[in-house]
């Protein structure tokens, strides 16, 4: 599994870290970094939860 965040379309809202925090954290920049890309089954859901469709699970 391979756990990635489009910058350019994160608003930066916080919900990937607060489902899926072993894998998502909020970076200084705003913006949601991966911590883990071979993740938990959390990264999942957090994709699915993710406003604005920024997070791909493959
Ligand atoms: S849930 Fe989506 S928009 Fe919100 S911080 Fe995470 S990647 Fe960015």
Do not use: H, W, Y
Not at 26 to 44: I, N, R, S, T
Not at 47 to 57: E, F, L
């Amino acid at each position: 599994m391979v756990v990635k965040v489009d910058e350019e379309t994160c608003i930066g809202c916080g919900v990937c870290e607060s489902i899926c925090p072993e894998v998502f954290q909020m970076g200084d920049d705003g913006k949601a970094k991966v911590l883990k890309p071979e993740g938990a089954d959390c990264a999942q859901e957090a994709a699915d939860a993710c406003p604005t469709g920024s997070i791909t699970v493959e």
